[in-house]
């Protein structure tokens, strides 16, 4: 739907019934999230036809990139749940001013990154979780891919920025654009010009320019506030408010980074095989759970906007909508993968049997747990949309940070690689007893604020 002005839009995202009004934004952000996760797959799945080596390189250098991202994200969620709730409370100037310092400071700070990754590049690859044999090609990877740095933050920055005022639409023509020209250069540049697993790097740095030049584009589409640099007026005002939103996403995808740096080390003491299967599983379950964060990233323009409006209802009706709809799609998920995980592991490392064995009990394992994000995701997309930043971070947390770094160091100890492989679902289950206490007492917060709430139940 195309809206004129900012107050065309928050009358809709304020009236529309909330359950159309969330599937309506969801699809593209699903879109976007399943391309985006795809595209990053297309990498492994081209570099597994080179060698084990070469699958592994790039298992180790995504956490790497995934902290890029969650730099992108602190900015992104950060300025995009801000601007949600100001547009929803009528304030255009005030997010007008956040989108420019949202946008100009991600930029500047994935320029700072290129800059001293490339300098440490290489014990940066053996932090990162490179053995000697896998470190040159983990090199050769990062050393071009790293350029893609302030593309990469500043379009994460774009496109949250336009999810949250309602314009998944053209966000995901920015995103989806850029993931389709990496599918397509991946196997030109990595088999046809004979570059290898630097095709793959120099891929995905073209594709995240080309992502970054049209969200420029497509951000003055749609009624969506514009991005001028004069408007880029950087105080501790906004920058509390981007860390305060921004924050729980930092940690959910910054500890998913430390997170697989672990894991990678923690594989590392059973051989080369074992980390490809590790990464090949990373990849899996990151494409499953995109689905997932797409449908609540749905959510969470519907939840900002209402929150800022003061209609707690329709929040909540919102929220658990999602929760109730994404647990049965899981459940049915999770059937499916486990049944065909095998196939799903040789798709990617076809003939490595070591490869393939480590692959399908980690890929088990993870999928039995997979149906608790359902709670464990949307609570800490509520919490942070509607800035309970300290409670969000706690909920985005405890899935990769509070229970996993603990148990990748215990479980090893104790049940050797398959302490490595079920590490995952363990920790899932301890963050849904953290979550669930949390995401309660925040709705019954917002129950007793909401007069429409009270007088329901009155009658």
């Not at 080179?50 to 969650?70: E, P, Y």
């Not at 800059?115 to 053996?126: R, V």
């Not at 408010?241 to 729980?248: A, L, Q």
């Not at 990151?286 to 797409?294: D, E, K, P, Q, T």
Request: hydrophobic fraction near 50%; include cysteine; aromatic fraction near 12%.
């Amino acid at each position: 739907m195309k809206f004129s002005s900012a107050e065309e839009k928050r009358v809709y995202m304020t009236e529309e019934p909330v359950r159309k009004l969330v599937c309506t934004l969801a699809v593209p952000t699903i879109l976007s999230m399943l391309v985006t996760s795809f595209y990053n797959m297309a990498d492994t799945f081209f570099v597994g036809k080179l060698n084990t080596q070469s699958t592994a390189a790039v298992g180790v250098s995504f956490s790497l990139m995934a902290i890029i991202q969650a730099i992108g994200f602190l900015f992104g969620h950060g300025s995009g749940n801000y601007i949600s709730r100001k547009l929803g409370a009528g304030n255009v100037e005030e997010a007008e001013n956040m989108s420019s310092v949202g946008f100009f400071t991600s930029f500047f700070a994935g320029a700072m990154i290129m800059a001293g990754c490339i300098f440490f590049i290489e014990p940066l690859s053996y932090a990162l979780g490179s053995t000697p044999t896998i470190q040159p090609y983990t090199v050769s990877y990062l050393r071009i891919i790293l350029f893609g740095a302030p593309a990469m933050t500043a379009s994460l920055v774009l496109n949250n920025q336009m999810r949250f005022q309602g314009s998944a639409f053209y966000a995901m023509v920015g995103i989806v654009s850029g993931a389709v020209i990496n599918i397509l250069l991946d196997p030109v540049l990595i088999f046809v010009c004979g570059m290898g697993i630097a095709g793959a790097a120099l891929a995905t740095t073209l594709s995240q320019y080309l992502s970054f030049v049209l969200l420029l584009i497509m951000v003055r589409q749609g009624g969506n506030i514009q991005i001028r640099f004069n408007n880029f007026k950087p105080s501790l005002h906004f920058y509390k408010e981007i860390i305060r939103g921004g924050i729980p996403a930092l940690f959910r995808q910054g500890l998913a980074s430390v997170a697989t740096i672990c894991l990678n080390h923690a594989a590392s003491v059973y051989g080369d095989a074992a980390i490809a299967g590790m990464s090949i599983v990373s990849r899996i379950m990151m494409f499953a759970n995109s689905a997932l964060i797409g449908f609540g990233q749905g959510f969470q323009p519907v939840c900002g906007f209402n929150y800022g409006a003061g209609k707690y209802k329709r929040v909540l009706d919102a929220y658990w909508f999602c929760v109730k709809f994404s647990f049965m799609v899981l459940v049915g998920l999770a059937v499916v993968v486990y049944v065909f995980a095998p196939q799903l592991v040789t798709v990617f490392r076809k003939g490595d049997l070591d490869v393939i064995s480590v692959g399908t009990a980690a890929l088990r394992y993870s999928v039995i747990a997979f149906p608790l994000s359902a709670w464990i995701i949307m609570c800490n997309m509520m919490l942070q949309s509607i800035g309970k930043g300290v409670k969000a971070s706690i909920v985005s947390s405890a899935r990769q940070g509070i229970f996993f770094l603990p148990l990748i160091a215990i479980l090893p100890y104790f049940f050797g690689l398959t302490g490595v492989e079920i590490c995952q679902a363990v920790s899932d289950v301890f963050a849904l007893t953290v979550s669930i206490p949390i995401g309660m007492s925040v709705i019954k917060e917002m129950k007793g604020e909401d007069t429409s709430l009270r007088d329901t139940r009155k009658n």
